[in-house]
Structures are given as C-alpha cells and as structure tokens.
C-alpha cells in the first residue's frame, strides 16, 4: 500500500508525463492502478470549476460577489468570459479581459475568474454564466450558473381609505406599491395596531368582519361596525426593508331614520303647498290669456289722399283714390 502514496501524489502536478516517470510501478494490483492513472490524468488536464454560492443576493447599492473559482486548470492564460442573461438573451459582460455592457464602471475581475459587482442596481438582477477555456487541457472549456438577485427596498405606498362610511356598509381599503423587489407584502394597522389576518385570533378584532389580502394589500370590510372608526394605515414590506403611508381616518357613522323620515316629509309639505297655491291662482284667472275681439280692434290711421271703406260682406277694407284740389 505504500506505493500508492506517489501515485496519488501524481493527482497535484501540472506533468502527468514526468510523474508518471518517477514514480515506482505497482507489482501487486492490476485494476485499481489502472484506474488511479487514468484518474490522475483527468485531474490534472481538465478545467474544473465551482462557486461558493450559486445564488447569492444583494440589497440594491451594495457590492455582491460572483465567485467563480477554477479547481484545476494546466493552461497558464486561459480565456475567461462573462455573459448576463435575462429574459433568455445573453450579453458579455466580462470580455477580452474588460467589462463590458451596463457593468461598465462599477465592476471588476478579481483573480482568477470572481466577478465582483460595487454598485448593484435592480436591473442587475438576472442569472450570470462564467465561462473558462483552457485550450491545453484535455477537458478545455468548463461554465457555471449562478442567478442574482438584488433586492429593492419598498417605497412609500398609495392608500386609500373612505373618509366615513354609515354602519353595517361594505367598506373597501388600497395599499399599492410597484417599485420594491421580490413582490411586496402588504399590513395594515388601526390606531398604530396591527390588524390580523383572522379577525378571531384577537379581542380587539374579533367582532369585526374583514378579509386582509397580503399579497393584493386589500382590506375589505363586509359590513362595518362603529368599532371600526379609526386611523388606518398601510405597511408594504420584502427582504429589503419597508416603507409606510400616512396614517388616514376613517369615521362609522349611525345612519338617522328619524331625520331622514321627516326630511321626506317636509319635501312632501312644501310639494303639496306648490300645487294648492298654483291651483288658486288659475282660478283667479291669473294664468288666462287676453284675446283680441272686434271691439278692441283699432283701424289704421289714414294716408294722405286714399279713402279706406270696408265691404259688408267681405269684412275687410279697400282703398279709393281721392283728389285734393
């Protein structure tokens, strides 16, 4: 067993050749030899890689490290390469020794092959192939994945909340925010309290008839209570951080029968008195039109030198000429 020891040694050394000259042959072992040989060969002229985290994430502005590390490799300069790929398109980023693309200025090559981002942005976020040929090797071209993700902080949501609403109504509250990144999840607060998703998991709550939908940032109350007055408002949050609306009041208010009944019935009152005095008033013969009769009819003033006549049977007038000496 103890000329297996320089055997394996051959496993490190970048010349199989050489390696294989000083070391000792096995006497004893025929199929094990064979297979350590071939194994050290493998080892020593084929590019290996690995990365110590093929999933790593960043806050946006921060620096993220891509590592790609080479295992094994006999070529002195191989050729390493970086692409971006997102929506199934790749790009270089790291090419002919440069950085390339929207990675330019805010990111380098540290050695051998580690990508390391300074300023990470949320477009950043897309999967990364390291790519190392070794033309020398036997093995000469080996890639690894690794997929980042820059997270964004949430900022301030959109909420709406109704001003007031009357007892037992439905009743309807927004919360929207688009700009963090993952997808944020919505909270909603009364009176700087949270407000659970099961209303019957708390005292406070429990009378109280809502659904909360985290993911949507909803919260709808099927029919309020006067319990539900308050100032509400909402929390978006991710891995990132969060961020806050302004707190809004929302007032439940009784709805007054009474008052509305005799509202109606003053409306009524004041309709009816209209038409009892509109009545009145055609009977007095305010509203009756004077017609023109005969008797109110006024002949038209006379013209110099024409004689006006009205016919007895025709009921109108003609003229007749008339000489002014």
């Given at each position: 067993?103890?000329?297996?020891?320089?055997r394996?040694?051959?496993?490190?050394?970048?010349?199989?050749?050489?390696?294989?000259?000083?070391?000792?042959?096995?006497?004893s072992?025929?199929?094990?030899?064979?297979?350590?040989?071939?194994?050290g060969?493998?080892?020593?002229?084929?590019?290996?890689?690995?990365?110590?985290?093929?999933?790593?994430?960043?806050?946006?502005?921060?620096?993220?490290?891509?590592?790609?590390?080479?295992?094994?490799?006999?070529?002195?300069?191989p050729?390493?390469?970086w692409k971006?790929?997102?929506?199934?398109?790749?790009?270089?980023?790291?090419?002919?020794?440069?950085?390339?693309?929207?990675l330019?200025?805010?990111a380098?090559?540290?050695?051998?092959?580690?990508?390391?981002?300074?300023?990470?942005?949320?477009?950043?976020s897309?999967?990364?192939r390291?790519?190392?040929?070794?033309?020398?090797?036997?093995?000469?071209?080996?890639?690894?994945?690794?997929?980042?993700?820059v997270?964004?902080?949430?900022?301030?949501p959109?909420?709406?909340?109704?001003?007031?609403?009357?007892?037992?109504?439905?009743?309807?509250?927004?919360?929207?925010?688009?700009?963090?990144?993952?997808k944020?999840q919505?909270?909603?607060?009364?009176?700087?309290?949270?407000?659970p998703?099961?209303?019957?998991?708390?005292?406070?709550?429990?009378?109280s008839?809502?659904?909360?939908?985290?993911?949507?940032?909803?919260?709808?109350?099927?029919?309020?209570?006067?319990?539900?007055?308050?100032?509400?408002?909402?929390?978006?949050?991710?891995?990132?951080?969060?961020?806050?609306?302004?707190?809004?009041?929302?007032?439940?208010?009784?709805?007054?029968?009474?008052?509305?009944?005799?509202?109606?019935?003053?409306?009524?009152?004041?309709?009816?008195?209209m038409?009892?005095?509109i009545?009145?008033?055609y009977?007095?013969?305010?509203?009756?039109?004077q017609?023109q009769?005969?008797?109110?009819?006024?002949?038209?003033?006379?013209?110099?030198?024409?004689?006006?006549?009205?016919?007895?049977?025709?009921?109108?007038?003609?003229?007749?000429?008339?000489?002014?000496?």
């Open positions: 067993m103890g000329e297996l020891a320089p394996r040694a051959c496993a490190s050394l970048h010349n199989y050749l050489q390696c294989v000259e000083t070391v000792p042959p096995l006497k072992m025929s199929v094990r030899p064979a297979r350590l040989k071939m194994e060969y493998f080892n020593v002229l084929a590019v290996i890689l690995r990365t110590t985290n093929d999933a790593p994430w960043a806050n946006e502005f921060e620096s993220i490290e891509l590592s790609c590390l080479i295992e094994s490799i006999s070529t002195n300069d050729r390493i390469e971006k790929i997102k929506d199934g398109e790749p790009s270089y980023v790291y090419f002919e020794k440069k950085i390339s693309g929207d330019e200025g805010r380098r090559i540290r050695e051998p092959a580690t990508l390391v981002i300074t300023n990470a942005t949320r477009s950043d897309a999967s990364y390291c790519e190392v040929t070794a033309p020398i090797d036997q093995k000469t071209f080996d890639e690894i994945l690794i997929n980042l993700v997270r964004v902080k949430p900022v301030v959109k909420c709406a909340v109704p001003k007031s609403v009357p007892v037992g109504k439905a009743a309807e509250l927004r919360c929207v925010e688009d700009e963090g990144f993952p944020s919505y909270q909603w607060f009364r009176n700087k309290e949270e407000i998703d099961d209303p019957k998991t708390s005292p406070k709550f429990f009378n008839s809502y659904t909360l939908n985290a993911e949507t940032g909803t919260l709808k109350f099927s029919a309020v209570r006067k319990d539900d007055s308050g100032e509400y408002f909402c929390r978006a949050k991710n891995d990132a951080g969060h961020s806050e609306c302004g707190p809004q009041m929302m007032e439940v208010y009784n709805i007054n029968i009474a008052g509305i009944i005799l509202g109606v019935l003053v409306v009524v009152v004041v309709l009816l008195c038409t009892v005095g009545c009145c008033a009977k007095r013969g305010y509203f009756v039109s017609k009769t005969g008797n109110n009819y006024k002949a038209p003033a006379k013209g110099d030198g024409v004689d006006y006549v009205r016919t007895e049977d025709e009921g109108d007038f003609r003229h007749k000429s008339s000489f002014v000496i």
